[in-house]
């Protein structure tokens, strides 16, 4: 079982990126998914996250109407959009996911607790 992003580097203020997200041994269809990240000196933070089905979707207040979050069922991928980003942004961003059927994620929370290995975003101004 594993999550591998990728697509991170280093990036002007207000240019865009896009994570992928590979999993590997399990399907990502059946579970929970999300992105998580971690700047210097914080704690990790859930960024945006799908529930199982697509049904509910989160985002963080820092990152709404800036990121938007999909996946591919076919690939077995899971993506973030990153628009308008800023200094703030910078940080190792993680895919996640879990295996445990509660809590779910909802517009509210992200109880994911899976993580690959991460991607650095690096935000310049």
């Known amino acids: 079982v594993q999550l591998q992003a990728s697509g991170g580097g280093l990036v002007q203020s207000d240019g865009s990126l896009r994570l992928s997200c590979a999993a590997s041994?399990?399907?990502?269809?059946?579970?929970?998914t999300g992105w998580f990240r971690q700047a210097p000196g914080k704690e990790r933070e859930a960024v945006a996250c799908?529930?199982?089905?697509?049904?509910?979707?989160y985002y963080a207040d820092s990152v709404k109407g800036r990121f938007t979050i999909s996946r591919d069922f076919a690939k077995n991928m899971v993506y973030l959009q990153m628009n308008t980003l800023k200094r703030d942004d910078t940080a190792v961003y993680y895919c996640?996911?879990?295996?445990?059927?509660?809590?779910?994620?909802?517009?509210?929370?992200?109880?994911?607790?899976?993580w690959g290995k991460g991607t650095l975003v690096t935000v310049s101004s």
């Open positions: 799908l529930s199982s089905g697509d049904l509910f979707t």
């Open positions: 996640a996911t879990t295996f445990h059927s509660r809590p779910q994620v909802t517009p509210d929370e992200c109880p994911l607790d899976y």
């Open positions: 041994g399990f399907s990502l269809s059946h579970f929970p």
